[in-house]
């Protein structure tokens, strides 16, 4: 893979997900990430044994950890003092992207800010990452992606079946953060390509609400206009095309079809399902018939759907010219033909040498998918980054240490 941020210096002061996805993100991409950690404790998310209703084994691979910190260099300082602050501001001068998600009232308090970073480095891409924006009476209110992104933005009400009277969870854990890493990963590209052609460099701003929102576009656009807010069917609504629905197989399994231009290929799914017969049959003859009879071919369908199991039900459909998908697990998409042929899973390897499958990061560069690393043990880079970053003596490190300022 062509490594579109070799060269690249990123410097992170940022916990759990959202923002540290996004510089995730960059390393994979050849960014050299530097990961300043809370001195006494590292990131919180280290902290974290159990999320949903699954639970972390304590082993030394943390998946959570290792989606959102991936070949990153760790140093653990204590930003609550000068002399932390002084190898922070050391680095800023050395970086090129500077990234937060620290709220407003604690970057002033560290002397974090854009002006502090910036007296540091004047050319230093400043980047902050949110839960409900920069500015408004809600900017020094912390906000996780269940907050922002989920339920404030629209997303959990757009999600939520009319047969349940309650909200539903998001569908993964850090669902909304890893979406927003996403965006803010295209919002410092940009930036650097900004700074690059005029000089300028730009503070990025990015939140979960406002990415939220953006994933909502479509559906809050079309409720102004129709003045009713975006919600789901009741389930088995007939939207008057049988071929956009899904189907349970006999294993238990499901597919979804959908071809929106259903009437168009109804001949074709018929001989695809042994169904020739429905080919010419009447109720199905011209569109108006076809849409009319919906639920009636829908029934139909899902009793041969229902009488073979997934695996004979992709073989039948492997050339049909129609839209379709399997709904597959979490486990599942892994072994996907296509995740496989395109490497949408990369391999990371452990300190202990054991191999451990990671998401890869979604845009590939030259046909390849980005590599990646496993995440820093908490400071494993830290002295490195003392000596051979900043230029630091032995001695002043060892008192430093000694002070704890330095991990």
Excluded at 149 to 156: E, K, L, P
């Amino acid at each position: 893979m062509t490594a579109v941020m070799q060269g690249i210096r990123v410097l992170e002061v940022a916990e759990h997900t959202f923002v540290p996805a996004a510089s995730a993100i960059l390393s994979d991409w050849g960014a050299d990430v530097i990961k300043v950690e809370p001195a006494e404790r590292g990131d919180a998310m280290r902290g974290i044994v159990s999320t949903g209703n699954m639970g972390l084994d304590g082993g030394a691979w943390h998946p959570l950890l290792q989606h959102s910190n991936r070949g990153k260099r760790s140093i653990g300082l204590d930003l609550s003092t000068q002399e932390g602050v002084d190898i922070l501001y050391k680095l800023a001068a050395t970086c090129d992207v500077f990234l937060t998600n620290k709220l407003p009232a604690v970057r002033s308090k560290l002397r974090i800010d854009v002006d502090d970073i910036r007296a540091a480095n004047p050319n230093i891409v400043y980047v902050r990452g949110s839960g409900f924006g920069s500015r408004g009476p809600d900017a020094d209110r912390g906000g996780y992606d269940v907050l922002g992104y989920w339920c404030r933005a629209g997303v959990a009400y757009g999600a939520k079946p009319v047969e349940f009277d309650s909200i539903p969870g998001q569908p993964a854990p850090a669902y909304g953060d890893s979406i927003g890493a996403m965006t803010i990963a295209g919002g410092i590209s940009a930036a650097l390509l900004h700074r690059e052609r005029t000089g300028q460099p730009p503070v990025v701003d990015v939140s979960l609400l406002a990415t939220g929102m953006w994933a909502m576009g479509a559906a809050i656009a079309l409720s102004h206009e129709l003045n009713h807010p975006w919600g789901q069917f009741p389930v088995g609504t007939d939207v008057g095309n049988p071929l956009v629905a899904t189907y349970r197989t006999s294993d238990g399994h499901w597919l979804q079809l959908a071809c929106l231009q259903g009437f168009h290929y109804w001949p074709e799914t018929c001989r695809v399902m042994g169904l020739t017969e429905l080919v010419d049959d009447e109720r199905f003859a011209d569109v108006a018939s076809f849409a009319a009879n919906s639920p009636v071919a829908r029934s139909i369908l899902a009793e041969r759907f229902a009488s073979a199991p997934l695996a004979e039900w992709k073989q039948r459909l492997g050339d049909f010219r129609g839209q379709w998908a399997p709904v597959q697990d979490s486990i599942e998409v892994t072994a996907d033909p296509q995740v496989i042929a395109n490497g949408y899973v990369v391999q990371a390897e452990a300190a202990s040498g054991e191999q451990h499958p990671l998401v890869a990061t979604p845009v590939q560069f030259d046909e390849e998918p980005a590599p990646t690393r496993r995440a820093p043990d908490f400071n494993e880079h830290g002295d490195a980054i003392l000596t051979d970053d900043l230029g630091m003596d032995w001695d002043d490190i060892i008192d430093l240490k000694v002070k704890g300022i330095v991990a």
